[in-house]
């Protein structure tokens, strides 16, 4: 059964705090990207990684940075948690060879307080 | 990559068909149609894609119009399990394929005993 597992479901952090976010997928996939969701706004993509070192900016990439340093785990960082960065997020990934299915983790809902 | 407008909300009999549309007038020859649904607290799940014909799988079907500007999502029996947002895409599968998903609104599918 493919997967994808996302480090907490939960999180509360402070102000100012540096967060990170973990994602690992253990389908070989060469792309991976970091949504958030909102209420009202949906699914927005932060970032995205087509390989191993490798990023682009997605939608709304300001106040992350991300870090691909293997191919199964992608991680999200948030340099210094405000409190306009709560939300619901969600990563995902997907082969590179033309892949139809973009497979989701059940996502880590962030309270920054 | 095209715009799609759906139906913000629709409601469903448990055991009846759901038809949820799908409006991407601007869809280019390259772009295909993706569903994916969101079951409340979890990730996207995909349901099924097509470029113009009809589609089906153990999930559902997919009806897209001769012109290609519409598309229908079927649910032949919709369960209680169904109610989830819907989400229609197009999504360009060309060499530039990053398997990037650009998410709208969506329709949220109530099903109803």
Request: charged share 20%; hydrophobic share 30%; proline share 4%.
């Amino acid at each position: 059964d493919v997967k994808v597992t996302q480090s907490s479901r939960y999180l509360v952090k402070r102000t100012g705090e540096k967060v990170f976010l973990e994602c690992v997928q253990d389908m070989d996939h060469e792309n991976m990207f970091w949504y958030r969701q909102d209420p009202g706004l949906g699914l927005r993509l932060i970032y995205f990684s087509y390989d191993v070192k490798m990023k682009e900016k997605g939608d709304i990439p300001e106040g992350y940075s991300v870090s691909r340093e293997k191919k199964e785990r992608f991680s999200l960082i948030l340099e210094s948690a405000s409190t306009n960065q709560t939300s619901m997020y969600l990563c995902a990934s997907i082969t590179g060879q033309g892949g139809n299915e973009q497979y989701f983790g059940p996502g880590t809902r962030l309270t920054v307080t | 990559d095209a715009k799609t407008t759906q139906p913000p909300s629709m409601d469903c009999a448990e055991g009846r068909a759901a038809n949820l549309p799908c409006n991407h007038s601007t869809i280019s020859g390259n772009e295909y149609v993706y569903w994916y649904r969101q079951i409340h607290s979890q990730g996207p799940q995909y349901i099924i894609h097509g470029l113009k014909n009809n589609e089906t799988n153990e999930m559902a079907s997919l009806i897209i119009t001769e012109d290609r500007k519409s598309s229908t999502l079927i649910l032949p029996h919709a369960t209680l399990r169904d109610t989830a947002v819907y989400y229609c895409i197009v999504r360009d599968l060309g060499s530039s394929n990053t398997g990037k998903l650009i998410f709208g609104q969506g329709t949220t599918l109530q099903v109803k005993p």
